[in-house]
């Protein structure tokens, strides 16, 4: 099928390259000039495993072409809207990239085009842009607007869309269904040329649920909280096992054991970022208010994710009392492992706080650091583990990359000024660490015995 993909982003990247994978034929719009020129040019503008090959041989097929947003609105039957939807001061979504596509859609589609919502949006978006659509079409065209929210997660974004567990489509006429459902036959079916393995793990096939588009519209967002709300959890949890001498590894292990909580979603630390998770919660508390609804308990949620970054910052001082002039290295500056995204990062925050106090920050990320130079060029950025944790008083680990678990902590702790590894994610082995000397701080753990004053406090 000819699908027009607006918006060249994480998601509409995605979106765009995995579509022509399994098929289709697929028109890239982008409105950022220098952005189009990048991805025209073969380049990418951001780091997710597997991306690139599967845009490479898109292209060269002849599936994938990238463009500006009017021709991709004139290429494709079916057009995903994939703009951006950033929070507004007060919380709110920023609908202005997607009421800005809906115009030129009424303005230049002629025919039948299927307007597929992919952009998170608030409940009611989808019947917005009907009539918003009806109000300023001038051609003959004709429509249904379906919501087909996306559940890909940066890092594995490619593997999310080929073998999803669930793809969720609202819609309103018995067209729309059909034509998503012949859009992602071969997802549902797996009959697809995987760009990830060479034998693919056996798993269920994809449900493919179809609902209204309110609904689907709530679906994302309620799913997203949900997440963030369990991280939260789990960190109140930790906060409780670290005063009263239990194991935070082992209370989430026997959590969940029990099917009905599941064991994902379940790792302590020093919060959630990244671009989904602290702005769905917010427009999501934001939409509830507007129904009036109170929806105190994820207000609650983002309050216990902000109090993290506090946390690790006392931990830190804990140990090294004052920080002023003080060498601390920094391992990991993406929000999460196998991205170079630093959007909302809990490390960010944590640096910020570090050099307010008269730190002198030594960072490694294997991915983010060009990002995160952007965002806080005081920092030293550092070529590897070792470079940034030369004289350093403390090595703070903040995103967990498979690359640190495997360092080299004999050679590590001659380079080090003072042998501490606080772990803001608990991914080292404590047993590694300590015995090659190191003083290990995580998060949650077991310290020794039960503090004293928790015991008494709690009879
Ligand atoms: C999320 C959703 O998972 C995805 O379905 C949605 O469509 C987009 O938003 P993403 O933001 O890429 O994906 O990251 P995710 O893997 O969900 O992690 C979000 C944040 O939670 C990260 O900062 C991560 O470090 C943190 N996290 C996750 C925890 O702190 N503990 C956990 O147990 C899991």
Same mark, same amino acid.
């Given at each position: ?37 990048? $991805? ?10 597997? $991306? ?32 951006? @939807? ?7 979504? =920023? ?15 002629? /025919? !039948? ?24 079409? @001038? ?16 890092? @594995? ?26 859009? !992602?036959?071969?997802?549902? =079916? ?27 519209? $709530? ?25 009263? /001498?239990? =194991? ?22 020093? /919060? ?25 308990? $994820? ?11 506090? #946390? ?10 004052? #920080? ?7 391992? /990991? ?14 490390? #960010? ?62 050679? #590590? ?47």
């Amino acid at each position: 099928m000819k699908i027009s993909v607006i918006g060249a982003g994480y998601v509409g990247l995605t979106t765009a390259a995995c579509l022509a994978q399994i098929g289709h034929d697929v028109f890239c719009g982008e409105s950022d000039i220098e952005k189009l020129h990048t $991805l025209q040019a073969g380049v990418m503008p951001f780091f997710e495993p597997h $991306l690139e090959d599967v845009i490479a041989d898109s292209r060269k097929s002849g599936r994938l072409t990238f463009g500006s947003t009017e021709e991709a609105i004139e290429w494709g039957q079916a057009i995903f809207i994939c703009v951006g @939807t950033p929070p507004l001061g007060n919380g709110d979504a =920023d609908l202005s990239a997607i009421e800005v596509v809906a115009r030129m859609i009424a303005k230049r589609a002629v /025919g !039948y085009r299927l307007i597929v919502e992919k952009s998170t949006v608030p409940v009611q978006t989808g019947a917005q842009l009907r009539k918003h659509l009806a109000v300023h079409r @001038t051609q003959k065209l004709d429509y249904d607007v379906a919501s087909n929210p996306e559940f890909l997660r940066e890092g @594995t974004s490619v593997e999310d869309f080929l073998h999803p567990d669930r793809i969720v489509v609202g819609v309103e006429s018995q067209r729309a269904t059909d034509l998503l459902r012949e859009i !992602y036959l071969p997802v549902i =079916d797996q009959k697809i040329v995987c760009p990830i393995h060479s034998e693919c793990p056996q798993r269920k096939a994809p449900r493919f649920l179809v609902t209204d588009t309110n609904s689907s519209e $709530l679906i994302k967002h309620a799913s997203n909280s949900f997440l963030a709300m369990k991280i939260s959890f789990i960190n109140m949890v930790s906060d409780l096992c670290e005063a009263a /001498g239990a =194991d935070i590894s082992k209370v989430a292990e026997g959590i969940g054991l029990d099917p009905r909580i599941g064991s994902s979603f379940l790792q302590p630390g020093i /919060g959630f970022g990244g671009f989904c998770f602290p702005k769905d919660l917010q427009a999501f508390v934001r939409i509830a208010e507007k129904f009036g609804c109170d929806f105190a308990l $994820l207000k609650e949620v983002e309050r216990i994710n902000q109090s993290r970054v506090d #946390l690790l910052v006392e931990k830190i001082k804990k140990e090294l009392w004052v #920080l002023r002039n003080k060498k601390i290295c920094v391992w /990991g500056l993406a929000f999460k492992p196998n991205t170079d995204d630093v959007r909302f990062a809990p490390a #960010l925050s944590i640096i910020r706080r570090l050099l307010a106090e008269g730190a002198h920050i030594q960072a490694y990320d294997p991915e983010a650091m060009d990002k995160a130079r952007k965002e806080i060029p005081e920092v030293a950025y550092c070529q590897d583990v070792y470079e940034a944790a030369r004289g350093a008083e403390a090595i703070v680990l903040l995103t967990e990359w498979e690359e640190f678990r495997k360092v080299d902590w004999t050679h #590590l702790s001659t380079v080090v000024e003072r042998a501490l590894i606080i772990d803001g994610r608990n991914t080292l082995s404590r047993d590694d660490v300590t015995t090659h000397g190191f003083q290990y701080v995580g998060i949650g753990g077991v310290s020794g015995a039960p503090q004293m004053s928790a015991i008494l406090a709690n009879g």
